[in-house]
């Protein structure tokens, strides 16, 4: 089956409409958004002189749910270039341009009548083999076609995202008794590879899977609040990382929702069970006064919580169901709390407060957990047909670390079996069965590979070859050699990969020191390096507590050194013989970019956000990093065209004396942090090995180290240049004295110093400026008050 989607059309311009349009034009696949043409005028219309035949005012709420993407918070495009990828339309006049698209995503009003009959309509206009799939949360996709054509059933599925689409990593995949199987493979290939989805295959039942379980279990845990008389703020306090969850835990996460959205999804699964399902799934009162309040959280101003303004600043209020009226804010503190904190890992943390009997937190955690548990095994073989499906959809829908049956395993499935039936709970016959077997564990991990329980016996889980994770991988491949910073594995095929887990992946000398030594053992046995790691973040840039700590003993010459070794580590990286591929994702910070920039290579997860921020610590990049993204922005110039070398200096002072953040890989190259040579994974997972294949890729293809060559700067003409910009926003109230003299050193660097403009020094030249200017920061008691905030508060101090 030669299937290929090059252009796509979503029906419905809304919120989650407009939404997965930006997605598609993300990844680069132009896009046909259609949407109701209004029936009247508008009073701006009217004064316009404008009919209801005229385009613009056909196309007006679809050409405004499309302007709206500009404003989302957090964007949905990860460039704005991409909103010319989306062409706008509406349902009377351009549905004849289905019939050039290759999949139709239908995202209207939650109505079966309705869906019905847009799909109709979709049906007579579509090309034949052209894919169409309904976006519902939860109406049977069976329903919805039922009246139409065979090759339009044939190629009709479920294609559930989660919003915002961008950013969660789900796609729940829903085939019906009629989609061609060779469609619902290519769709699930696709999500995965083009659209950088976690694809879960769904089964038509309400609600799916993620949103079936996680609706179940946020009513649980508000019930369990109302029973035993927690509040908002406590609940929150230990149901989010504590646990493995998302910061915003339970009612945070409400609030982010929507009231009106959870409601509405409750209800769904409400009205298609029976029995004690039913009443799991039944609002509390409360809510439902919330709701009719206009209480429904973020979008409204408030929810579960207020953000309130007083003489002492601002202050989170937390909603009292009992009163319906806001208070303090309180955490829940009780000694499992303090003895999860001081576990490493959610399996760990997650165990010690499930198991804490007697006390406030750990009754409240089993109390929540255990109907989780029982509920998702109650499920297998209705919602999905395997474990693994129900745990990677809650981990990629809800952003769970751990999933039902992981979570089981962690708490040991055993013994918590035997007290759930002390609790008078009935378990399903199937782990009981398990259980009975000798089977205590729903997986089980050999080799590298992972097993999961099934009918009996452990079948193995299956992976896209192209997500390689590293620590199955360093169970079965060599580990090099390691310290307490990084490691060097072997990727297989003759690749090397080098890999942080120091705290935060900070660079200090052990990593320093790692670079060295894979330089030489790839120089001397691999055929390239790929710089990777699958922490939270790539790299969030030096390690600042060390910098400070030395600092604040005046070891200046001890900071030298480590200054010295990282520049020089970076120009190794630089003029490796051997190709070096960095592979950077989420927070790629400070020295994180300074290890990218010289590499040969930058294959950058779509979800980057690169930027030199030393500024905000006081200090400027000490690693290379002025001189490297000052050098990739002139590479960035087309050879042969005329150029001004002011501007290009002046807009590499600017990205990084306002320690500018990109906030995609997209935007990073915009600003210069990627080039022409780099290139940009859609799906996270599949990072090391598209930068496998590019140092793959390179080696073969001849790869030679760059030639050293001098670098033209702009001199102290150019230095005075870039300082009156400083000055001005000094003189306006917008820079301090310390951000100016700060200012001062970058442009210096930058400059080349007191050298006429035009004039070209050598790359080392430049480092040692850097490292003077780095140095001489370091000093002052304004930067090392920065430093001091930072690593207290998370967040720079403006002094």
């Known amino acids: 089956m030669n299937q290929k989607i090059k252009r796509a059309a979503v029906l419905g311009s809304g919120v989650m409409g407009a939404g997965i349009a930006a997605h598609l034009a993300n990844v680069g696949i132009p896009t046909l958004m259609l949407d109701m043409a209004p029936r009247e005028l508008n009073d701006a219309e009217k004064n316009k002189g404008l009919s209801l035949e005229d385009p613009a005012v056909r196309n007006r709420i679809v050409s405004a749910n499309k302007e709206a993407l500009k404003k989302h918070k957090p ?84 294609t559930h995202f989660f919003n915002p689409p961008r950013y969660l990593k789900l796609l729940e995949v829903i085939p019906t008794k009629d989609t061609d199987d060779n469609v619902l493979q290519f769709m699930k290939r696709f999500g995965e590879d083009t659209l950088g989805k976690g694809v879960v295959e769904a089964k038509d039942t309400p609600n799916f899977i993620a949103n079936r379980i996680g609706t179940y279990g946020l009513l649980i845990t508000v019930r369990e609040m109302l029973k035993n008389g927690y509040s908002v703020g406590e609940v929150d306090s230990v149901t989010g990382p504590l646990i493995g969850r998302p910061k915003s835990a339970t009612f945070r996460t409400l609030d982010v929702v929507g009231l009106d959205t959870f409601i509405h999804v409750a209800r769904n699964v409400y009205d298609q069970v029976e029995g004690k399902e039913k009443e799991a799934f039944e609002v509390p009162e409360f809510m439902k006064a919330m709701q009719e309040n206009g209480w429904l959280g973020a979008k409204t101003g408030q929810g579960f919580f207020l953000k309130k303004k007083g003489q002492e600043g601002s202050q989170i209020l937390q ?18 709390v303090e003895l999860a904190k001081q576990e490493k890992g959610s399996r760990r943390k997650l165990k010690v407060l499930a198991a804490a009997e007697g006390d406030r937190a750990g009754d409240l955690i089993w109390s929540i ?43 040991g499935v055993k013994e918590s079996v035997t007290r759930m039936k002390k609790d008078g709970e009935t378990i399903p016959q199937w782990i009981d069965n398990m259980i009975d077997q000798g089977f205590e564990s729903f997986y089980k991990q050999e080799n ?32 090099i050699k390691k310290n307490a910073g990084a490691s060097l594995i072997d990727l297989g095929d003759g690749v090397a990969g080098l890999e942080f887990h120091s705290q935060s992946n900070a660079i200090g000398l052990d990593i320093i020191q790692m670079i060295n030594y894979a330089l030489e053992e790839v120089d001397a046995h691999y055929e390239g390096l790929v710089i990777g790691n699958q922490g939270k973040n790539f790299c969030v840039g030096a390690n600042l507590g060390m910098i400070l700590m030395e600092a604040q003993d005046f070891n200046f010459f001890e900071i030298e050194m480590v200054v010295k070794h990282f520049q020089d580590a970076a120009m190794r990286i630089k003029y490796s013989d051997k190709p070096v591929v960095a592979a950077p994702f989420a927070m790629t910070l400070g020295g994180g970019a300074e290890v990218c920039l010289p590499a040969s290579s930058i294959q950058a997860s779509s979800e980057t956000y690169m930027g030199l921020v030393e500024t905000g610590v006081g ?53 210069g942090f990627l080039d022409s040579q780099d290139a ?120």
């Open 75 to 158: 964007s949905p495009l990860t460039s704005r270039k991409n909103l010319d990828l989306i062409e706008v339309g509406n349902f009377l006049d351009d549905m004849d341009k289905l019939g050039e698209v290759d999949w139709v995503i239908e995202v209207v009003v939650e109505n079966l009548e309705i869906k019905k009959e847009v799909l109709a309509k979709v049906d007579h206009y579509r090309k034949d083999g052209s894919i169409i799939s309904s976006n519902t949360s939860g109406i049977s996709i069976e329903a919805m076609a039922e009246d139409c054509s065979e090759d339009f059933r044939k190629h009709f599925l479920g």
């Open 319 to 336: 909603l009292n169901p009992d009163t319906m009226d806001y208070e303090p804010n309180e955490k829940l503190k009780s000694k499992a």
């Open 369 to 411: 957990v255990k109907p989780v548990l029982i509920y998702s095994a109650e499920l297998l073989g209705e919602i999905a047909d395997d474990i693994p499906s129900i745990d990677e959809a809650m981990r990629w829908g809800f952003g769970w670390e751990l999933g039902p049956f992981e979570m089981w395993d962690a708490i």
């Open 448 to 479: 590298g590979s992972v097993f999961y329980y099934a009918n009996g016996s452990y079948e193995p889980q299956a992976f896209n070859p192209k997500a390689i994770n590293v620590k199955r991988l360093k169970q079965t491949s060599e580990v």
């Open 619 to 671: 200090l400027i990049p000490g690693g290379g990093g002025n001189k490297e993204l000052y050098i990739k922005h002139l590479r960035n110039i087309p050879k042969g065209v005329d150029f001004d070398l002011q501007k290009v200096a002046n807009s590499v002072f600017e990205k990084i004396a306002m320690a500018k953040v990109s906030t995609s890989a997209e935007e990073a190259r915009e600003n």
């Open 680 to 799: 940009i994974s859609t799906n996270q997972d599949h990072l090391l090995h598209d930068a496998k294949q590019k140092v793959l890729g390179l080696a073969h293809s001849g790869y030679q180290a760059p030639k050293r060559t001098k670098v033209p700067v702009v001199g102290e003409q150019g230095y005075a240049t870039m300082l009156l910009g400083a000055k001005s926003l000094a003189l306006s109230g917008y820079a301090s004295e310390h951000d100016l003299k700060i200012a001062e050193k970058l442009a210096f660097v930058l400059a080349g110093g007191r050298v006429q403009e035009g004039s070209v020094v050598d790359e080392q030249y430049l480092l040692d400026l850097e490292r003077e200017a780095f140095l001489s920061l370091v000093g002052e008691a304004k930067s090392q008050q920065r430093m001091q905030h930072m690593l207290m508060k998370g967040k720079p101090l403006r002094n």
